[in-house]
């Protein structure tokens, strides 16, 4: 599925991956290739991404907001954690 994840200040990652696994207010979700729609409120976290190469990426982040879209597209803009 293609990834996008922006912060207010720049691209923080842009592209293929197998799953993501992140916080949100209800709880950590993973979200696989399919998922089915969902617009959720992150909480602070890391947001854990294997991309198509096996490699996996980390992200903290303090709060935000992700898309998941059916035509297998995700999109996060987060305020990043330190």
Do not use: Q
Not at 21 to 45: A, F, Q, Y
Not at 49 to 74: C, Q, R, W
């Amino acid at each position: 599925m293609k990834l996008e994840i922006y912060s207010l200040k720049k691209i923080l990652f842009k592209g293929e991956v197998v799953s993501i696994n992140c916080k949100t207010k209800s709880g950590e979700i993973t979200v696989l290739d399919n998922h089915r729609p969902l617009i959720s409120i992150l909480s602070k976290g890391v947001v854990e991404m294997t991309d198509t190469n096996k490699e996996d990426h980390y992200i903290p982040v303090l709060s935000g907001f992700m898309e998941v879209k059916a035509s297998n597209k995700v999109k996060l803009l987060v305020e990043e954690g330190v």
